[in-house]
């Protein structure tokens, strides 16, 4: 067989990255705390943060539970939410198999062959938005999944970390199977067998683990969780927060309605460039483990909308100058960002492209070729300087954010106020109103978390990029370096 006409061992495992295995467990546990501290210090019951982090010299644990809204660890899962997210899951799945979609081969892998993937993950989105929108038009605000989402955001969040969990664990398990010269092209990923149970657990031990489903087919896990149930739920978080700012305060503000437009584009672009993925890293270098399935299905969606559930409480309105200036700063990087990945994809994919054919490159021992003009000579890693600019436009509609919410009563309903639906002190309605106050700008920690987060992130993919193409080019990738001397951003990293 052709596909199986190089070697079929495993490639020699390349060191620990994150810190390994005390970095690993570090990760997989803080991370889902993180998620958890945004949900309890940003809150619809006292504020943004909680009144009582800003006093941290009087603060007590009974008094950051009540300000939190904590429910106690039993409190944090719902079966019935955990039912409903596995059905969103299952329809995730129905979707890519009975939809028409694009098929196309993936990358050779090391150990000869390509793995066929089917590609229709922005149908399958587009279907599941028309069926929200229909249910949005009949019931407005009140419509189920948007009051659903809101109610039980905690829930929901649970149930996706938990799948995480779950997913990375049947993984690592079921890479046990793989034997060299596998007929379905199952390998190991090169930095996913360390022998550590920990770290190989969540770098992802297996490169491409796929399972074949009843009714639906073989399904690659990879792929499926790069594109599908996190990055449409991180839209549906974003559509719910919007439905909520409307029902709570009687109208849309420009700036949830900014950023709510601006990552409906990021994600629709990534759905509709879905072949794009397969020369990425996530696709060809990393295993599939709880680094990537946690990232996937709760850190991306739940940390990414953090800004537009902040503005359903405490709407900003920037106005036509304010518009203005955080158009120009998303404009800028998905310039950026899209001219240099569909300028890679065209000339890995068709290199006479006359897009792309004047363009410069260096052929390296390997038989690659490294682009040394266009947006790729200008950094080595361009894109990622577009993908932190935009990530700007998302934050900034927040402005200097932190709120306080305020119960009096009885109060009138008026601007900026709204009266919690039943509750009565004393005979009379409790009034809730949202200030600012003594919060203004510690909410930022918050709201801007993204912009600092993203730039680690893109820093450390870079450096973890280096190291690959260290090993892979040689001598090459240093001259490579000297023709493209900057790692990001030019002129100063």
Same mark, same amino acid.
């Given at each position: 067989m052709s596909g199986m006409s190089k070697s079929t061992a495993p490639a020699p495992s390349h060191g620990y990255e994150?810190?390994?295995?005390?970095?690993?467990? /570090?990760?997989?546990?803080?991370?889902?705390?993180?998620?958890?501290?945004?949900?309890?210090?940003?809150?619809?019951?006292?504020?943004?943060?909680?009144?009582s982090a800003l006093h941290p010299s009087s603060l007590t644990? &009974?008094?950051?539970?009540?300000? *939190?809204?904590?429910?106690?660890?039993?409190?944090?899962?719902?079966?019935?939410?955990?039912?409903? %997210?596995?059905?969103?899951? *299952?329809?995730?799945l129905v979707l890519q198999a009975v939809l028409p979609g694009q098929e196309v081969e993936g990358v050779e892998l090391s150990s000869g062959g390509r793995l066929k993937y089917k590609f229709n993950a922005f149908n399958s989105a587009v279907a599941i938005l028309v069926i929200s929108a229909a249910g949005t038009f009949t019931q407005g605000a009140d419509f189920a999944l948007w009051t659903f989402i809101w109610n039980k955001y905690t829930s929901i969040l649970t149930a996706n970390i938990c799948i995480a969990f779950i997913l990375a664990t049947f993984v690592y398990v079921r890479s046990f199977s793989v034997k060299a010269g596998d007929p379905e092209h199952r390998e190991l990923a *090169?930095?996913?067998h360390s022998g550590n149970i920990m770290y190989d657990w969540f770098i992802g031990r297996e490169? +491409?683990?796929?399972?074949?489903?009843?009714?639906?087919?073989?399904?690659?896990?990879?792929?499926?969780? &790069? =594109?599908?149930?996190?990055? =449409? /739920?991180? #839209?549906?978080? +974003?559509l719910a927060f919007v439905a909520h700012q409307y029902k709570l305060h009687g109208y849309i503000s420009d700036s949830i309605i900014l950023i709510t437009i601006f990552q409906s584009i990021y994600v629709f672009d990534a759905l509709w460039m879905e072949p794009a993925i397969l020369t990425t890293m996530d696709i060809t270098t990393d295993g599939f483990g709880f680094m990537l399935a946690f990232g996937?299905?709760?850190?991306?969606?739940?940390?990414?909308?953090?800004?537009?559930?902040?503005?359903? #409480?405490?709407?900003?309105?920037?106005?036509?100058?304010?518009?203005?200036? %955080?158009?120009? %700063?998303?404009?800028?990087?998905?310039?950026?960002?899209?001219? *240099? @990945? @569909? &300028?890679? @994809?065209?000339?890995?994919t068709n290199p006479s492209d006359p897009k792309i054919a004047h363009l410069k490159y260096i052929e390296t021992a390997s038989g690659s070729k490294l682009l040394v003009s266009g947006w790729w000579g200008t950094a080595r890693h361009i894109n990622y300087l577009g993908d932190w600019i935009m990530a700007w436009s998302y934050c900034l509609p927040t402005g200097i954010a932190g709120y306080l919410i305020q119960h009096t009563s009885p109060a009138p309903i008026s601007s900026g106020q709204s009266a919690a639906d039943g509750s009565i002190i004393g005979g009379q309605p409790i009034g809730t109103q949202v200030v600012q106050g003594e919060a203004r700008g510690w909410g930022m920690a918050i709201t801007y978390f993204y912009v600092l987060y993203f730039a680690i992130l893109l820093i450390h993919r870079e450096m973890r990029d280096e190291e690959k193409c260290v090993r892979k080019y040689g001598k090459d990738w240093e001259e490579y370096k000297k023709r493209v001397p900057w790692r990001i951003l030019p002129g100063v990293y």
């Amino acid at each position: 067989m052709s596909g199986m006409s190089k070697s079929t061992a495993p490639a020699p495992s390349h060191g620990y990255e994150f810190g390994g295995p005390m970095g690993a467990f /570090g990760t997989s546990f803080g991370l889902p705390l993180v998620c958890y501290l945004t949900t309890f210090l940003c809150n619809d019951i006292s504020g943004c943060p909680v009144p009582s982090a800003l006093h941290p010299s009087s603060l007590t644990l &009974e008094k950051l539970k009540q300000d *939190a809204g904590w429910p106690g660890v039993l409190g944090l899962a719902d079966t019935r939410v955990t039912a409903w %997210v596995l059905g969103y899951y *299952a329809l995730s799945l129905v979707l890519q198999a009975v939809l028409p979609g694009q098929e196309v081969e993936g990358v050779e892998l090391s150990s000869g062959g390509r793995l066929k993937y089917k590609f229709n993950a922005f149908n399958s989105a587009v279907a599941i938005l028309v069926i929200s929108a229909a249910g949005t038009f009949t019931q407005g605000a009140d419509f189920a999944l948007w009051t659903f989402i809101w109610n039980k955001y905690t829930s929901i969040l649970t149930a996706n970390i938990c799948i995480a969990f779950i997913l990375a664990t049947f993984v690592y398990v079921r890479s046990f199977s793989v034997k060299a010269g596998d007929p379905e092209h199952r390998e190991l990923a *090169a930095g996913g067998h360390s022998g550590n149970i920990m770290y190989d657990w969540f770098i992802g031990r297996e490169l +491409n683990p796929r399972v074949t489903l009843p009714f639906v087919g073989t399904i690659d896990v990879k792929a499926f969780c &790069e =594109l599908r149930p996190g990055m =449409l /739920g991180w #839209i549906l978080l +974003n559509l719910a927060f919007v439905a909520h700012q409307y029902k709570l305060h009687g109208y849309i503000s420009d700036s949830i309605i900014l950023i709510t437009i601006f990552q409906s584009i990021y994600v629709f672009d990534a759905l509709w460039m879905e072949p794009a993925i397969l020369t990425t890293m996530d696709i060809t270098t990393d295993g599939f483990g709880f680094m990537l399935a946690f990232g996937d299905l709760a850190w991306l969606p739940f940390i990414y909308s953090l800004q537009a559930r902040y503005l359903a #409480i405490y709407p900003v309105h920037l106005g036509p100058l304010g518009i203005a200036g %955080v158009l120009s %700063v998303q404009g800028f990087g998905y310039y950026i960002f899209r001219g *240099a @990945n @569909n &300028e890679k @994809n065209r000339f890995r994919t068709n290199p006479s492209d006359p897009k792309i054919a004047h363009l410069k490159y260096i052929e390296t021992a390997s038989g690659s070729k490294l682009l040394v003009s266009g947006w790729w000579g200008t950094a080595r890693h361009i894109n990622y300087l577009g993908d932190w600019i935009m990530a700007w436009s998302y934050c900034l509609p927040t402005g200097i954010a932190g709120y306080l919410i305020q119960h009096t009563s009885p109060a009138p309903i008026s601007s900026g106020q709204s009266a919690a639906d039943g509750s009565i002190i004393g005979g009379q309605p409790i009034g809730t109103q949202v200030v600012q106050g003594e919060a203004r700008g510690w909410g930022m920690a918050i709201t801007y978390f993204y912009v600092l987060y993203f730039a680690i992130l893109l820093i450390h993919r870079e450096m973890r990029d280096e190291e690959k193409c260290v090993r892979k080019y040689g001598k090459d990738w240093e001259e490579y370096k000297k023709r493209v001397p900057w790692r990001i951003l030019p002129g100063v990293y």
